[in-house]
């Protein structure tokens, strides 16, 4: 089986618990206004792989990641769930623990069984507003929302992530809508703000595209810190 995979990152520190292997699929349903990587929403057919040969290359990282493990990213990987279903299970039997990095806007029999081989999931929630996130992203907030239903029901461990942006989703407000929507969730083991920053610039530039926040600013430590402290005395 094949798949669209735009990279592989041998040394992840960010995408899951300890040193992992991130894997980069093609395809995305979303535009975010934030989103660092451009160049992964279309497939392109120079890059697809065998589940076997990316499988091979994932294993020869096993002695720096045997106590992290191989996170799926995208791009949106569910858009891609037999091939990762497929690279899962490939990966399974060796020892690895397992993560997907999804933004919850896809979810079909296939999404389910590759949820099934996981062992955690990174869930991107990124407005609390169902029309700010329609506005700012082009995919339904109550999808996303659905598939955290979904999660809970299936007890599978979860990490909420949440990119704050300046002037659009960083106030004490939206933190609140955050903490209302996941204390209910057993299953939420952790919720991560990640700050806005503008890195990505050169990337659009390159491709042509024009990038919706050049001229926001990136976001301030100090009060990423607030908020995050913030939200987690009102879970």
């Not at 995979?5 to 980069?24: K, N, Y």
């Not at 858009?79 to 690895?96: H, I, N, P, V």
């Not at 109550?142 to 999660?151: G, M, Y």
């Amino acid at each position: 089986m094949q798949g669209y995979i735009h990279s592989l990152q041998s040394l992840g520190t960010v995408d899951g618990p300890g040193v992992r292997a991130v894997v980069f699929g093609e395809g995305c349903p979303l535009r975010c206004v934030y989103c660092h990587n451009p160049d992964t929403w279309e497939p392109d057919p120079a890059h697809l792989m065998e589940v076997e040969d990316l499988a091979e290359q994932i294993l020869r990282l096993t002695p720096y990641i045997k106590n992290g493990g191989v996170t799926f990213s995208g791009g949106e990987p569910c858009l891609q769930a037999e091939f990762f279903a497929a690279l899962a299970t490939e990966l399974k039997g060796r020892g690895l623990h397992l993560a997907l990095d999804t933004c919850g806007e896809v979810y079909d029999p296939a999404v389910r069984r590759l949820l099934e081989l996981v062992d955690l999931v990174l869930l991107d929630v990124k407005f609390t507003v169902g029309e700010e996130h329609h506005r700012h992203t082009g995919g339904s907030l109550s999808r996303v929302v659905s598939f955290l239903k979904t999660l809970e029901a299936m007890q599978k461990p979860i990490w909420i992530r949440h990119v704050v942006v300046p002037g659009l989703n960083d106030t004490e407000e939206d933190l609140l809508r955050l903490a209302e929507l996941t204390r209910p969730m057993r299953c939420v083991e952790k919720i991560e703000l990640l700050p806005f920053r503008s890195l990505c610039i050169e990337k659009y530039r390159t491709l042509g595209i024009p990038f919706p926040l050049e001229r926001t600013p990136q976001m301030d430590p100090a009060r990423l810190a607030q908020l995050q402290a913030y939200l987690e005395k009102n879970l």
